[in-house]
């Protein structure tokens, strides 16, 4: 696992290719896309901690950045064409936005952006909207634990915040324009942290090597621990239950040595191992 510090213009998936060749591995992946035009922490995960990667996908993520009011656009930022105008955000005060600001705070039904890459009928959403194709994606659930306007210098709307896995900011930026009638699209967007990691810690993708690879036991860190002996190591790298321990409910992350072996969970009175990490 480790920590890159993403550049505007490249794709999350440019990023992870990057990696790849630098780290000399073929199985790279990442905790969660960052657009083309966002910049900052994109959590890599490499080698066998791919598998862990869904027990981090609800971690929340924290965003600074810059929405612009009165203008639309097709992509909900600044890299689509203008889809409408207005000069109502003339008109707005620091109070008005704040108060608008204040209803996205918590949970709330947010529509995806067209331009996204949740699948409709089996394909991206984005490639039908590429095609001119009209994409209505439904409303899902969000969480916005933290919002706040940290500047106000219309048209630009200045912001801190912090949201759960699935939400765009890109879908927050027009919902709040369209709260204040007046429209709007994200402007600019960094993200400072994914779940415990912060974007200081983070290195830029042509600089890292093998040096800067982490624990990937971190992503697991939240699910209780159970160490195992040497019978138990063997059992669970091919794959076979362990006796279940007392309070060990659910999902339980193994080790051995102190070194992540697996994640397992409970069935009955044993432990089944649901995704092996280590090598042998």
Do not use: N
């Not at 949740?118 to 209505?136: D, L, Q, S, T, W």
């Not at 982490?214 to 076979?240: C, I, K, N, Q, Y």
């Amino acid at each position: 696992m480790a920590l890159v510090a993403k550049p505007g213009g490249p794709t999350s998936h440019d990023v992870v290719d990057q990696v790849r060749r630098a780290l000399g591995l073929r199985r790279v992946g990442h905790l969660g896309t960052l657009d083309p035009f966002a910049v900052g922490l994109l959590v890599i995960v490499v080698g066998r901690a791919t598998r862990l990667a869904p027990y981090a996908a609800d971690w929340a993520k924290s965003y600074e950045g810059v929405i612009r009011l009165g203008r639309t656009t097709a992509t909900d930022d600044a890299t689509g064409p203008t889809a409408g105008a207005s000069d109502a955000w003339q008109s707005l005060d620091r109070a008005r936005v704040e108060a608008a600001v204040a209803q996205f705070r918590g949970a709330y039904e947010q529509r995806p952006p067209a331009y996204s890459a949740v699948k409709v009928a089996g394909e991206r959403a984005y490639r039908r909207a590429r095609r001119g194709e009209p994409v209505a994606l439904p409303a899902r659930p969000v969480l916005v634990s933290a919002l706040e306007l940290v500047r106000f210098a219309p048209p630009d709307v200045g912001f801190r915040a912090t949201v759960s896995g699935g939400t765009y900011l890109r879908g927050l930026a027009r919902d709040l324009g369209e709260e204040l009638g007046c429209g709007a699209h994200l402007a600019t967007l960094v993200r400072t942290r994914v779940g415990p990691f912060r974007l200081e810690d983070a290195v830029l993708p042509e600089r890292l090597t093998a040096a800067d690879l982490r624990d990937p036991a971190t992503l697991v860190a939240e699910l209780p621990r159970r160490e195992l002996d040497a019978a138990g190591r063997s059992a669970v790298m091919h794959g076979r239950p362990v006796p279940a321990g007392k309070g060990e409910d659910g999902r339980v992350a193994l080790f051995a040595d102190g070194q992540l072996v697996a994640v397992a969970e409970r069935a009955g009175d044993v432990l089944k191992p649901r995704v092996v990490v280590a090598d042998e």
